[in-house]
């Protein structure tokens, strides 16, 4: 593929490799440069691997995963593996939401992701989000191996589905697991989300009015001060949101009464894991997407400074791109740049702009 700026990175792996996974990346340090050294895809998964994503000095390598036909399709059965090099900073994610077909009879879709990540290494999973078409079931799980030092980013979001056509949770099933396990396999992170249709109720009827449901997990030491920032800004948004007064105000209380006519349209909590507790896992339910992508501008206050880890701290991005919250006043869908001082933004047509 010529233009733009892009080229294709295929290699074609053994017979035994193209039995274990449908795609295999392997980054390496080459010449002091995160480099993608192996790239091996078959059908229906497909990498796309920019060649620029910034200025010269950028050491980020970039993959965009796809899918032929622009989605899961009922019975897909897709996996891959990924492993991050010492001291490379790799971004995973996606060209679109991750549309799952309506499944057919009993039919699950699944995709498993493996990745390792190695000393001093950070790798962003920032994916755009699952949207199920009605009655699809689909089925995802995410094991990611780390070393002390590694530093690790997962963005697991899902959308009620789509409004236009009148459907809302209108799928029968949703699992997304993640686990992150330390040398030796020692567990450090287990998660499960389940949706399921019941026969009493629907999904619907328990998730009430919220049309998004959200994950984001921020491990190691890279990631420490968007931590911190982010769990100031999660209890200072809640604490708004739900009226709750700080101590410095006097003695307001809040009564049963008044909490029970108060529907939050955002909720948002923060945990802290690890043994060292060196990692956050944000829990976001909202019932807008623009409310749960950047956990609304009071939130993002500060939390630019991931992308500090990045050199130059600018990173060109493309349509729809879910910064989970890492930029100020951005909106969900957003063309042009992020840079850490501000967000530019310049309305093109193409998904991939270049940096201004």
């Not at 990175?9 to 295999?24: C, E, N, T, V």
């Not at 589905?161 to 686990?179: A, I, P, Q």
Request: charged share 20%; with cysteine.
């Amino acid at each position: 593929m010529q233009g733009g700026g892009f080229q294709f990175q295929f290699q074609i792996a053994g017979a035994r490799d193209r039995m274990a996974s449908d795609g295999k990346v392997v980054v390496e340090k080459v010449g002091e440069k995160s480099s993608v050294t192996r790239c091996f895809s078959k059908y229906p998964l497909k990498f796309i691997i920019p060649r620029k994503v910034g200025p010269s000095k950028t050491d980020a390598v970039w993959i965009y995963s796809l899918t032929y036909g622009g989605g899961v399709v009922s019975g897909d059965s897709i996996s891959c593996e990924f492993t991050i090099g010492d001291a490379c900073t790799t971004v995973l994610t996606t060209q679109a939401s991750t549309k799952v077909y309506k499944s057919m009879g009993s039919k699950c879709s699944e995709q498993v992701l493996e990745a390792s990540i190695g000393s001093d290494a950070l790798l962003a999973v920032v994916p755009d989000p699952v949207t199920c078409f009605s009655t699809a079931r689909y089925s995802q799980k995410q094991v990611f191996r780390v070393v002390s030092d590694s530093s690790l980013v997962i963005v697991d979001w899902i959308t009620s589905g789509r409004h236009e056509s009148g459907e809302k949770w209108d799928f029968d099933l949703y699992k997304s697991t993640n686990h992150i396990f330390l040398e030796d396999n020692q567990p450090l992170f287990l998660d499960t989300m389940l949706l399921e249709r019941g026969s009493i109720t629907s999904i619907a009827e328990r998730m009430q009015d919220y049309q998004v449901i959200a994950m984001v997990v921020l491990l190691g030491p890279k990631l420490k001060q968007v931590q911190d920032q982010v769990q100031r800004d999660v209890k200072r948004i809640m604490s708004e949101q739900l009226h709750i007064p700080s101590a410095s105000l006097g003695h307001q209380v809040i009564t049963k009464s008044d909490n029970f006519l108060m529907k939050p349209s955002f909720i948002a909590s923060t945990s802290v894991f690890g043994p060292k507790g060196n990692g956050v896992v944000v829990r976001i339910a909202a019932m807008t997407t623009e409310e749960d992508v950047f956990l609304t501008d009071k939130v993002v206050s500060g939390t630019k400074a991931l992308f500090l880890t990045f050199p130059d701290y600018r990173i060109p991005v493309r349509q729809h791109f879910f910064a989970c919250c890492f930029c100020n006043r951005a909106r969900v869908t957003v063309h042009g740049l992020v840079s850490c001082n501000n967000l530019k933004i310049d309305k093109l047509d193409s998904g991939f702009n270049n940096v201004v």
